[in-house]
């Protein structure tokens, strides 16, 4: 954090409702984190000066600031730039899911969308991801909550906001099959369609990239192992610049046509290299459990 910070994390958490915050106050609570939820934005730096007057008793804060805010929420944007104006770092996690996921969340437990006035549903959901749309592009960590359980994402933010093990940067490693999309959460996007493939060996077929004989087949290509150097290579420059410009971690998303084999490979042999060179590591395998369930 910034020196001004005297030592205090700060987290805000911002999102779609629906996306999973309160899950995410939650962990954070469970992780020592003072939180507070639904804090009026022209709050903000006041409760902060507060924590940083704490006398060390509060080191980690996480202020969840959303649209149920109301007219409050306009006020955002400057508050956050009064932060960045005094010299306070904090970081900003923001949680969103696709549209039909949200309406599917919002069915199952009839809770009221805060903008539901707008009209539909639905209408309400694309007005909120509008009003975000800022926030969303200042956010240090993007987590696209639609196919992740929540055991996973509560994984996945001590992962990223536990200080326990220090302020190593974190690498979020992710296998994806591109007929089944993008991960939305991405920062850098690897396709690996272009490695030989071991769908077209009807022995490995069935197999994944957790399998050794898939990962020798993948690992013992020329191809791969040209390939693994450089961009090896090019990870290790671009992380301390990121690092640099204040960023704590990095999703990293490698796909393959359906996130069985190869991309599953590389990313379980990215992460031990990242794990070798002190970086805390956590890995999904989107689409493997996909294709096992299709057997």
């Known amino acids: 954090m910034g020196e001004k910070s005297q030592g205090l994390h700060i987290l805000i958490i911002t999102g779609l409702s629906g996306a999973g915050k309160t899950q995410a106050i939650n962990c954070l609570e469970d992780l020592g984190y003072y939180c507070v939820d639904n804090l009026p934005p022209v709050l903000m730096n006041k409760f902060i000066e507060l924590g940083m007057q704490s006398g060390g008793r509060i080191n980690k ?15 955002f944007t400057q ?13 900003i996690l923001f949680l969103e899911a696709s549209d039909d996921v949200l ?24 007005l909120e991801r509008s009003m975000l749309e800022e926030l969303r592009g200042r956010a240090n960590v993007i987590i ?20 326990e093990k220090g302020e190593a940067f974190t690498m979020n ?10 991960p939305l959460d991405s920062d ?11 769908f077209y060996d009807p022995r490995l ?8 004989e898939v990962i020798d087949y993948v690992l013992d290509s020329p191809t791969t192992q040209s390939f693994l ?18 960023k704590t971690n990095l999703a990293l998303s490698i796909g393959c046509t359906g996130g069985q084999h190869r991309s599953v490979v590389l990313a379980d042999y990215l992460a031990r290299q990242f794990e070798r060179m002190g970086y805390n590591t956590i890995t999904r395998h989107r689409d493997v459990a996909k294709h096992k369930l299709e057997e």
């Open 205 to 212: 077929r069935p197999l994944t990239g957790e399998d050794q």
């Open 61 to 75: 804060v996480a202020l969840v600031i959303d649209v149920r805010g109301g007219d409050f929420f306009a006020d």
């Open 229 to 246: 150097r450089r961009f090896l290579n090019l990870l290790k420059f671009l992380i301390p610049h990121y690092v640099k410009e204040g």
């Open 144 to 163: 696209d909550t639609s196919d992740i359980a929540p055991r996973k994402l509560n994984e996945k933010l001590t992962s990223l906001f536990s200080y």
């Open 103 to 126: 309406v599917r969340r919002f069915k199952e437990t009839r809770r009221r969308h805060p903008l539901s006035e707008a009209g539909s549903l639905l209408q309400a959901i694309r």
């Open 188 to 198: 850098v996007i690897i396709d690996v369609r272009f490695l030989p493939n071991p």
């Open 79 to 91: 508050a956050l730039d009064e932060l960045q104006q005094q010299g306070i770092s904090y970081a």
């Open 173 to 182: 490693i992710v296998s994806f099959g591109y007929k089944m999309g993008i």
